[in-house]
Structure formats: structure tokens, C-alpha cells
Nanobody, 128 residues
Framework: QVPLVQSGGGSVQAGGSLRLSCEAS????????MGWFRQVPGKEREGVAA????????FYSESVKGRFTVSQDNANNMVYLQMDILKPEDTAMYYC?????????????????????WGQGTQVTVSS
């Protein structure tokens, strides 16, 4: 069983919206820090957003703050990334990730190393 299964993504014009979903099976989103990252070829994986265990705190990179919203559905063990006002520079492969609850601090959530498990990735392409 794959721990994190992603869906959503695709192609959209600049200014449009997309929603990514991440279904967890072997981890409970209510008990773990859940993150979203993105990566373009030749660059390091970049932290985009994260939500703390239980959803009490959210974290965003400066590049997406005010445009992206991370949320979780504890009942269905899902995490979402709503992406609005998309820009061409948002084009990337997006990954969800899970780690222990203590990962979700302002100094650690955005670091890609050491997350417990990752989703398979989903491509987001924004055209100008």
C-alpha cells in the first residue's frame, strides 16, 4: 500500500486555479506534519506549504503566501493544496510529504531532507 497517493494537478493558464489532493493510508494526517513541496529540473526541492498535526498551524513560502492554501480533512485522512492566481513560475512537479508532528515548526517545515514519506508527485504547468 502506497503511503501517500496524490491526485489533481494538470495544465492551466496564468491566473487560474488548481487543487492538489494527497490521500494518506499508512500515516494519520491528524497526527503528523504534512507538507507540500515542488521541484523543477536542476533545482532543489522547495517547500511550498505545510500544515501541523490536527491542522492548527499552517506554513507557507513567501512565493505562494496569499495565493495557496493548505488544508486537511482528518475524517478522510486527506491533505489538500488549493492553488489560486497561478503564475508560470509555479510550474513544477509537486509532492506531498508526511513526517512526525515536530517537523512543523517555522524553522524546519520547509527543509526537504528527512521527511518520513513522500507522494508520487504530480505535474503542474502554468502557461502565460
Amino acid at each position: 500500500q502506497v503511503p501517500l497517493v496524490q491526485s489533481g494537478g494538470g495544465s492551466v493558464q496564468a491566473g487560474g486555479s488548481l487543487r492538489l489532493s494527497c490521500e494518506a493510508s499508512e500515516v494519520r494526517v491528524s497526527r503528523n506534519c504534512m507538507g507540500w513541496f515542488r521541484q523543477v529540473p536542476g533545482k532543489e526541492r522547495e517547500g511550498v506549504a505545510a500544515v501541523s498535526a490536527g491542522g492548527g498551524y499552517t506554513f507557507y513560502s513567501e512565493s505562494v503566501k496569499g495565493r495557496f492554501t493548505v488544508s486537511q480533512d482528518n475524517a478522510n485522512n486527506m491533505v489538500y493544496l488549493q492553488m489560486d492566481i497561478l503564475k508560470p513560475e509555479d510550474t513544477a512537479m509537486y509532492y506531498c510529504a508526511a513526517d512526525k508532528a515536530g517537523r512543523c515548526t517555522s524553522n524546519t517545515w520547509y527543509r526537504s531532507m528527512g521527511w518520513y514519506t513522500w507522494g508520487q508527485g504530480t505535474q503542474v504547468t502554468v502557461s502565460s
